[in-house]
Structures are given as structure tokens and as C-alpha cells.
């Protein structure tokens, strides 16, 4: 089993829609999680930290449910340039490792 | 700008040659990390370093090598011993300061493909 395991893609979906990635991680030691976009052949870059109380940043939603071990990302209302690969991390306490899914490509259509 | 440097952005390797990929860093950042992407994957650890002189290795080390001599730079050697180094590799670097949150910034990173 993946330690980082997110839904598979891609995701079609036209403008103005809500859509919701789900990530699921298996190391009881992990301590920070992150959301990271990553651009075609570019590097990730951090999109936004998740916090267990759950944490929005305008049209994108972080939830932590830590007794499931489950993260997800809400983007609402989403833009052509919201297309991407979307990468759920985790970082554990021991040397700060982060640990990555295998991402969820997004593309959102005219 | 502070940031992270790597080069060159592609490198084209003969089989049986080793080749050495650049990171530099001027964010005074403690920790630095390889990482290797291929298509339709993740990102898998290669090897880090929390300080120079030190360093570690991660999940996929085997036919690599590198080196921690100046806190800024994390060049990494891959060797005729990668069966299959064709990859985008990834450096990363984070201050070490204990922030759980802290980010973790990427360089551009350096597609390899061996010939």
C-alpha cells in the first residue's frame, strides 16, 4: 500500500465547476500535510498547508480528518488556470520527510 | 531573489556515463533534498541533507551519490549503476528551524534522459 495514495485521474471538468480531490495516508508519525500544484514540466509549488480545523484560501477549501487519515481539497468555481496536477504531501516528524502522492490532474475545459 | 537554482534544465547522458546535476540555494536554508519524478508519478526521495557534511538516504538511493560541502549546494552524481535514471529530478531545500509548516521550495529541475 502507498503511504500518500489520492484519487486517480484526470479530472474533466467545465468552468464554474466544484470539484474535490480525497487523499488517504498510512504513516501514523505523519505531522504536516500540504496541497502542491504542479504545472506541466514545472516543480511543485506549495498551494496551501492543511490544518485540522480545516483551512480555506478564497475558492480552495483544505479539510484534515486525522482519525480517517484523510485529507481533501475543494475548488470552487474553478478557472481554465486552475488546470493542473495536484499533489497531496505529508510530512513526517522524523528528519521532516515529506512523502508524496502520485497526484490528480485537473483539467478544467471552456 | 532568493531561491533555488539547478542546471543544466536538460542533460542528454550516453548509457555507462555518470553525470552530475547542479542545486544551489540562497535562502540560508538548513535541510536540502533530491527528488526524482517519473511520468505519472509522485515525487520519490533520493537523498537529503539536514546540514553540511551530513546526509542521508531516502527511499531510491541505490546508483546515486552526493555531497554536502557548503550549505548551499547539493550537487547529486548519478552513476552508470541507475538502471533507468531517464527522469525529472527535483531539488527542494526548507529551513530547519522546527516549523512543522514550513515550506519546502523547489528548484526548476533538471530532465535527464539517457541515449
Known amino acids: 500500500r502507498k503511504e500518500v495514495e489520492q484519487d486517480p485521474g484526470p479530472f474533466n471538468v467545465p468552468e464554474g465547476a466544484t470539484v474535490a480531490f480525497n487523499c488517504t495516508y498510512s504513516n501514523s508519525a505523519s505531522q504536516s500535510f500540504f496541497w502542491y500544484r504542479q504545472d506541466c514540466r514545472k516543480e511543485p509549488k506549495l498551494l496551501m498547508s492543511v490544518y485540522s480545523s480545516g483551512n480555506e484560501d478564497g475558492r480552495f477549501t483544505a479539510q484534515l480528518n486525522r482519525a480517517s487519515q484523510y485529507i481533501s481539497l475543494l475548488i470552487r468555481d474553478s478557472k481554465l488556470s486552475d488546470s493542473a496536477t495536484y499533489l497531496c504531501?505529508?510530512?513526517?516528524?522524523?528528519?521532516?520527510?515529506?512523502?508524496f502522492g502520485q497526484g490528480t490532474e485537473l483539467s478544467v475545459k471552456p | 531573489d532568493g531561491g533555488i537554482t539547478q542546471s543544466p534544465k536538460y542533460l542528454f547522458r550516453k548509457e555507462g556515463q555518470n553525470v552530475t546535476l547542479s542545486c544551489e540555494q540562497n535562502?540560508?536554508?538548513?535541510?536540502m533534498y533530491w527528488y526524482r519524478q517519473d511520468p505519472g508519478q509522485g515525487l520519490r526521495l533520493i537523498y537529503y541533507?539536514?546540514?553540511?557534511?551530513?546526509?542521508q538516504k531516502g527511499d531510491i538511493a541505490e546508483g546515486y551519490s552526493v555531497s554536502r560541502e557548503k550549505k548551499e549546494s547539493f550537487p547529486l552524481t548519478v552513476t552508470s549503476a541507475q538502471k533507468n535514471p531517464t527522469a525529472f529530478y527535483l531539488c527542494?531545500?526548507?529551513?530547519?528551524?522546527?516549523?512543522?509548516?514550513?515550506?519546502?521550495?523547489f528548484g526548476p529541475g533538471t530532465r535527464l534522459t539517457v541515449l
Open positions: 504531501v505529508v510530512r513526517l516528524n522524523q528528519g521532516g520527510k515529506l512523502i
Open positions: 541533507s539536514q546540514i553540511v557534511n551530513d546526509f
Open positions: 535562502l540560508n536554508h538548513d535541510a
Open positions: 527542494a531545500s526548507i529551513s530547519r528551524g522546527g516549523n512543522p509548516i514550513s515550506e519546502q521550495f
